[in-house]
């Protein structure tokens, strides 16, 4: 598995928000090809290193590189699919406006879409079981429906890397069985995918390889070799209080987060 | 007329701006304590909307009655303010709507109709209705002494008031889930201060109008904010503020014709609150800009000891200056001034281009390599980062490693003496 | 013609901040446009100073910048002095009101500007200022000024539709496609700032948002569709000013709060519409 080249690096990875560091320092180098999870207890930064990741926040310092290239220059090989509780599912979109989204990200803004356009969303719909529901209102969805729709949205930008945050968070039992056959699917046809997951029981069996973060990163590497009590005390454990501890004089005290 | 009638009249005069001056001081006093809260509560913007919806019920009171009786006035703006708040929480229950297009709505529509009702009296030519536009800008020289006396009094109740519920309030504003487990009555609790606030609002549209009403709430309660971490404090910064800003507001407008109070008073209120704002003890901007330079020379004057440590066999040799000048770690540094700082707090000494550090110098010095130390190791244990990434990450922290963090760190790492790199950690 | 010319004066301002509006309800961001349309105040002075009218598209351009600067300025207070963002928005708004209300009753009676238009604006002035078009046809130039902003409106929101769309419903999503969330924001707000201005003289500072918000939500109850909300909401606000003018004139009052007073009825009257319908919905269902 890990004889494959590096997918996705991390350098000296710094994210801060205010003067609160989200990530803090954080080096990796993931192969590709393989279902990846990322995990750490809540505000261990996930989201941020997904975002990071993606070009949608700004690291304070360091960077990452995907297909060991800038992201601007790689952005239409990835599919994103943010946090579903971050929307506003009373938007007023249907199923179908969303998952076109997906081409604009490939069309650009000001491009109409195509007949191609219109059959790969229609494939998309019909890969997670939503084509019967395209002309709905997102708002009459239920969780497991809106999480498949973001799934369709990414699918329907045809990357070759697939950036999803908690996509398993609030579904139903169907749709997770839904999501796991398409991630094997997916993994199959030499995709690669990084998954933010919440839920400890599951991740030996769902993912290839581990990175465990809690603002730093506690460890990389293939599930079998990180997956032990050691580095999951280290992570979910108290033994990192003293990391909120510093972070909080430098919040309070206005110290820069890197020295020079 | 004689001169003694003339000053007499002048007395009066000066009797009267003085009672008025007084008056909007308390009234913009008043507001300032009951918006702190209103701050606290991050209202902010409801504010804005009770503010502006105080005006149909201030003119349905003078459709009425047809007089100008400020108790009238009072009575009207409290009912359509409480009206307005009634319809902002009403909409958000039931609707899809998000508050921000709920509180713009409300505002001006309800803004809407007291413009309509104001200009339908201002066209039937009811010479009364003169004191009525005083009511968009304010006008402190409008109100008579009676009345002033009259919003005074219900301005220091509210004060009053605030201060007997003070702890329901704090408690509210903090963490009102809190205070429902508590067993505080929060809904009562919430409603008295709305009316409080609706109260407040009613006799403050007379000082400064209804279009900047929100400010007199506002503006004092967060310049306060930035002067103190303490509510007590706060509510007496907000208070004055307030009332400082009242008293020059209705001053100058009392200098010019066409000089509305409101638009005076704001500025007031705003050119203090920045003062606080900027000077903040622990939060304004130049405390923090300072604490920023602070930090700047700790760090340079630790990096400079840690160097001198390191050329000095653990302080016991001495270091040629130019040397130290061209450490590495030590590039781009002012090292003689930072040597000059140090040498006045006694930790080293500097003889014939020799650097010397003193007994207190070595202990320092020791600190801060132990405290790079110690965190270098603790990263390596408990972090996946690569080696060449340790030493940076501790220059950063090293400096930012308080005596309890140290200590919590040697316990946690188990007294340890040797770093990563196998170098000792000094004690 | 002086009630089709108020009329249509009206309704150019109805649809205007109805395409703004709109965005502004789907990106939570009313308060944001109620802070703009005091804030532009000092501006819209300063043109006046300028140029002696309103009708100078140039100026009132101009003008708009102090709309975008208490965006900033707002900004500024959150992110730099810390300040929660409610106060922010009340601080910065007030302040920058504050100052254009002072200008005006120093400096206004030189520069024809009356403070208490400020507030709800004189719409029935708007057939003083004729122009003609071609041979034969007049408008007001208020008019005018309305209908190229409409334009410019226009174009902004189909060409930017989708940049808008994406940035507006997923900002996330529309970050990691490349789109820049900062560009488009200021595209709006710019967008909000001279509809704001160009406004000004129908229906004054704080009444404008009754139009910025009011028919963008009703058709937000009536609608699932963003772009029949963007032409509903246009839609609802002309028929607003309509009734509305027609209220003033049987009221003898002013033709902004009138048609404010419209707005507010009518999104009455449609939430409990809804709240009716949604109620029988689920007697229908429970049955």
Redesign the interface.
């Known amino acids: 598995m890990s004889k494959e080249p590096t997918l996705i690096e991390a350098h ?1 990875l710094t994210v801060v928000y ?1 003067r609160k560091p989200a990530l803090w ?1 954080v ?2 180098e993931i192969p590709g090809k393989q279902v990846i999870g990322i995990m750490g207890p809540n505000g261990s930064g996930k989201s941020t290193l997904l ?1 990071s990741i ?3 926040v700004e690291p304070t310092s360091g960077f990452t590189k995907v297909y060991d290239q800038d992201i ?1 220059d790689v ?1 239409d090989r ?1 599919s ?1 699919v ?2 579903r509780q ?3 599912w ?5 199923v179908w ?2 998952v076109s ?1 997906g081409r ?2 490939q069309r650009g ?2 491009k109409r879409l195509n007949k191609e356009d219109q059959d790969i969303i229609a494939q998309s719909l019909d890969k997670v079981g939503m084509l019967s529901f395209s002309k709905r ?1 997102i ?1 009459q969805l239920s969780g497991g429906q809106q999480q498949r729709v973001f799934l369709a ?1 990414a699918l329907a ?1 045809q990357g070759e890397l697939f ?1 999803m945050d908690e996509p398993f968070a609030g579904v139903d039992i169907s749709t997770e069985e839904m999501i796991i056959d398409l991630l094997k699917e997916m993994k199959e046809e030499g995709k690669t995918l990084v998954i933010v997951h919440h839920d400890l029981h599951t991740a030996q069996s769902y993912f290839d390889w581990l990175v465990l973060l809690n603002t ?5 590497g293939p599930v079998s070799e990180v997956f032990n009590d050691k580095t999951l005390s ?1 992570t979910y454990g108290g ?4 990391m909120s ?2 972070t909080q ?2 919040e309070n ?7 020079k | 007329m004689s001169f003694g009638a003339e000053f007499i009249d002048y007395l009066n005069y000066n009797y009267t701006l003085l009672i008025v001056t007084l008056g909007t001081g308390i009234l913009c006093l008043a507001s300032g304590v009951v918006g702190t809260f209103t701050f606290l509560r991050k209202r902010a913007l409801i504010g804005d909307v009770i503010s502006h919806a105080v005006l149909p019920g201030v003119t349905i009171a003078f459709m009425l009655t047809g007089v100008k009786d400020p108790l009238y006035f009072i009575l009207g703006a409290l009912a359509s303010g409480l009206v307005a708040v009634w319809v902002v929480d009403m909409v958000q229950k039931h609707s899809k709507l998000k508050p921000d297009t709920i509180l713009a709505l409300t505002l001006s529509v309800f803004f809407g109709v007291g413009i309509v009702l104001l200009t339908r009296i201002q066209r039937s030519g009811n010479a009364a209705q003169s004191g009525l536009d005083s009511f968009l800008f304010g006008k402190a020289a409008s109100m008579n002494v009676l009345d002033v006396q009259l919003f005074g009094a219900i301005a220091l109740i509210n004060v009053v008031c605030i201060f007997i519920f003070l702890r329901g309030f704090t408690l509210l504003s903090f963490d009102e889930q809190y205070a429902k487990g508590l067993g505080f009555k929060t809904g009562w609790l919430k409603t008295f201060l709305s009316v409080l606030t609706v109260l407040t609002v009613a006799i403050g549209v007379q000082a400064v109008g209804v279009v900047l009403m929100a400010a007199l709430l506002i503006t004092p309660a967060a310049g306060a904010r930035f002067l103190t971490n303490s509510i007590r404090k706060m509510l007496l910064f907000s208070g004055l503020i307030g009332a400082i800003s009242g008293i020059v507001g209705a001053v100058i407008s009392s200098t010019g014709t066409g000089m509305p109070t409101g638009p005076w008073v704001v500025v007031c209120l705003s050119v203090l609150a920045f003062i606080g704002i900027l000077f903040g003890k622990e939060k304004g901007l130049i405390a923090r800009i300072r604490l920023r330079n602070q930090n700047k020379t700790k760090i340079n004057n630790e990096n400079v000891l840690k160097a001198l440590y390191k050329m000095s066999d653990d302080g016991q040799s001495s270091v040629n200056l130019n040397d130290l000048k061209k450490h590495d770690s030590l590039e781009s540094l002012p090292v003689q001034t930072i040597l000059n700082g140090l040498r006045k707090d006694d930790l080293l000494e500097l003889v014939k281009g020799q650097v010397v550090l003193t007994e207190q110098g070595r202990i320092a010095s020791r600190e801060i390599v132990r405290k790079h130390r110690l965190w270098e190791l603790y990263l390596s244990k408990y972090f996946q980062l690569k080696a060449d990434h340790l030493h940076d990450d501790a220059e950063g922290i090293e400096h930012v490693i308080t005596p309890e963090i140290e200590r919590h760190l040697t316990q946690l790492l188990e007294y340890p003496d040797k770093d990563p790199h196998e170098s000792e950690i000094p004690y | 013609m002086n009630d089709f010319y108020v009329i249509l004066t009206a309704s150019l301002v109805a649809i205007n901040c109805a395409l703004m509006g709109s965005f502004l309800v789907m990106r939570k961001m009313v308060m944001i446009g109620d802070a703009i349309s005091h804030a532009v105040l000092p501006g819209i002075f300063i043109a006046y100073m300028v140029s002696g009218v309103t009708t100078n598209l140039v100026v009132l351009a101009g003008a708009a910048l102090s709309g975008i600067l208490a965006t900033v300025l707002i900004e500024w207070f959150t992110k730099k002095v810390r300040l929660q963002n409610d106060a922010s928005i009340g601080i910065s708004y007030t302040l920058l009101f504050a100052l254009g209300v002072i200008l005006i009753s120093r400096y206004g009676q030189k520069v024809d500007l009356d403070q208490e238009c400020v507030l709800y604006g004189d719409i029935e002035l708007t057939v003083l200022n004729i122009r003609e078009i071609f041979s034969g046809f007049y408008l007001p130039s208020q008019s005018v000024v309305l209908m190229a902003v409409l334009a410019i409106l226009l174009l902004a929101v189909i060409l930017g539709y989708k940049g808008l769309l994406l940035t507006t419903f997923d900002p996330a999503f529309a970050a990691s496609a490349g789109v820049s969330i900062g560009v488009w924001h200021y595209v709006l707000m710019s967008g909000v700032s001279l509809t704001t201005v160009v406004s000004f003289d129908s229906v004054g500072a704080i009444l404008v948002i009754s139009f910025l918000a009011g028919p963008p939500a009703i058709a937000y109850l009536l609608t699932e569709r963003l772009k029949t909300l963007l032409f509903l909401a246009s839609g609802i606000g002309v028929i607003c000013s309509i009734l509305g003018y027609y209220l003033a004139k049987a009221w003898d009052a002013s033709v902004a709060g009138s048609i404010s007073i419209v707005i507010g009825v009518s999104f009455v009257l449609v939430f409990f519409a809804v709240q009716l319908a949604k109620r029988k919905q689920s007697v229908i269902s429970l049955e």
């Open positions: 000296n205010g320092n080096d990796f975002k993606m070009g949608v601007d952005r990835i994103y943010p946090q971050d929307i506003d009373d938007f007023p979109a249907s406006d969303v989204m604009f990200a803004l000001f209102q708002s949205r930008q950036l730093r990163l506690v460890a990389s280290d033994k990192l209080t003293t501890k510093i004089v430098l005290k206005e110290f820069p987060i890197r020295h």
